[in-house]
């Protein structure tokens, strides 16, 4: 199936709790009166775009629709593309034959390592010299660790791991060295254990102090991986580890499983970051380079 395919299937749930309802409202209108409004801003929060975004996109609606008179759905996705202008970014790999490292954090379960598998994929599909190492510093749980050292055989890449428990700086120093060597690509898979949040972060800086040591920079990229299901409570996680490290962008994972798509909008909007991948399913073609014509396409088509 082709890209366009899956993100439209798989937003399926999205657009039953957002877009429909949504165009349902909107249909034939030129004009909303006060009614219609509040209606509006309720089927939008139900659709998980929040509150603050949810209040001034039925605003700039209104106010759109008073000036122009123009059809009200088709100025909706109008507003909805310019919110989300500029929120596209490639992976950022270097060419100055230094290695690029990829720190990829984020909650247990959002999809970390599969993520990294994916990308790896795709990497080694469009560039197969590039060497590409992954790091396992999610030394946290001995199951982790195998699950990307799999990864690691099945696509054909370098692992650098340590037993269960080992101090995940002390792999990424290891992964560093390798890499060093090789050049290439570096991806550190790290922990995501919630419980202990402090050490998390502490955890997760003592990675980067670990990489600006060793190279004389940071990681190049610090990508968050969240789950889309998790809806508002992913924006304040977010913020708590881009607090701690300083994210360069986000991946957002699982968008099928989830009839809060408009999460996507409500994280743009509230962190500003850049959207690097979304993932609308399991296998290695459900990743993909995030489009924000597309993601708007697929939701109001
Ligand atoms: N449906 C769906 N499942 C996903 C997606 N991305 C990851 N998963 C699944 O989420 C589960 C947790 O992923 P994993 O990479 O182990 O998460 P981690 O704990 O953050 O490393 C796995 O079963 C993945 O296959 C996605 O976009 N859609
Ligand atoms: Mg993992």
């Given at each position: 199936?082709?890209?366009?395919?899956?993100?439209?299937?798989?937003?399926?749930?999205?657009?039953?709790?957002?877009?429909?309802?949504?165009?349902?409202?909107?249909?034939?209108?030129?004009?909303?009166?006060?009614?219609?409004?509040?209606?509006?801003?309720?089927?939008?929060?139900?659709?998980?775009?929040?509150?603050?975004?949810?209040?001034?996109?039925?605003?700039?609606?209104?106010?759109?629709?008073?000036?122009?008179?123009?059809?009200?759905?088709?100025?909706?996705?109008?507003?909805?593309?310019?919110?989300?202008?500029?929120?596209?970014?490639?992976?950022?790999?270097?060419?100055?034959?230094?290695?690029?490292?990829?720190?990829?954090?984020?909650?247990?379960?959002?999809?970390?390592?599969?993520?990294?598998?994916?990308?790896?994929?795709?990497?080694?599909?469009?560039?197969?010299?590039?060497?590409?190492?992954?790091?396992?510093?999610?030394?946290?749980?001995?199951?982790?660790?195998?699950?990307?050292?799999?990864?690691?055989?099945?696509?054909?890449?370098?692992?650098?791991?340590?037993?269960?428990?080992?101090?995940?700086?002390?792999?990424?120093?290891?992964?560093?060295?390798?890499?060093?060597?090789?050049?290439?690509?570096?991806?550190?898979?790290?922990?995501?254990?919630?419980?202990?949040?402090?050490?998390?972060?502490?955890?997760?800086?003592?990675?980067?102090?670990?990489?600006?040591?060793?190279?004389?920079?940071?990681?190049?990229?610090?990508?968050?991986?969240?789950?889309?299901?998790?809806?508002?409570?992913?924006?304040?996680?977010?913020?708590?580890?881009?607090?701690?490290?300083?994210?360069?962008?986000?991946?957002?994972?699982?968008?099928?499983?989830?009839?809060?798509?408009?999460?996507?909008?409500?994280?743009?909007?509230?962190?500003?970051?850049?959207?690097?991948?979304?993932?609308?399913?399991?296998?290695?073609?459900?990743l993909h380079a995030f489009s924000a014509s597309e993601f708007v396409d697929a939701m109001f088509p």
């Amino acid at each position: 199936m082709a890209w366009l395919d899956r993100l439209r299937s798989g937003l399926k749930k999205a657009r039953a709790t957002l877009t429909e309802p949504v165009s349902n409202a909107l249909r034939g209108r030129t004009s909303l009166d006060p009614t219609q409004t509040a209606e509006l801003e309720e089927l939008l929060i139900a659709g998980d775009v929040g509150g603050r975004l949810a209040a001034s996109l039925v605003e700039e609606l209104a106010e759109a629709c008073r000036r122009e008179k123009s059809d009200a759905l088709e100025t909706l996705r109008r507003i909805l593309l310019e919110r989300l202008a500029g929120s596209e970014r490639a992976l950022a790999l270097r060419t100055d034959g230094s290695p690029t490292v990829i720190l990829v954090a984020g909650v247990n379960g959002a999809g970390k390592t599969t993520t990294i598998a994916k990308i790896a994929a795709r990497l080694r599909e469009e560039n197969p010299k590039l060497p590409i190492t992954f790091a396992a510093a999610d030394t946290f749980r001995a199951a982790a660790v195998e699950q990307l050292a799999v990864w690691s055989e099945r696509l054909g890449v370098d692992i650098v791991r340590q037993q269960t428990g080992a101090d995940p700086a002390a792999v990424v120093f290891d992964a560093l060295d390798h890499v060093v060597r090789r050049g290439g690509v570096l991806f550190v898979d790290t922990a995501g254990r919630l419980q202990t949040k402090h050490n998390l972060m502490e955890e997760l800086k003592k990675i980067e102090r670990t990489v600006a040591k060793k190279l004389g920079r940071g990681p190049d990229e610090r990508l968050l991986v969240i789950d889309a299901t998790t809806g508002q409570n992913g924006i304040a996680q977010a913020e708590r580890f881009h607090d701690a490290i300083g994210l360069t962008g986000l991946v957002l994972t699982k968008l099928d499983s989830t009839a809060k798509g408009g999460v996507v909008l409500a994280i743009r909007e509230t962190l500003k970051l850049p959207i690097l991948f979304v993932g609308v399913g399991e296998t290695a073609e459900d990743l993909h380079a995030f489009s924000a014509s597309e993601f708007v396409d697929a939701m109001f088509p």
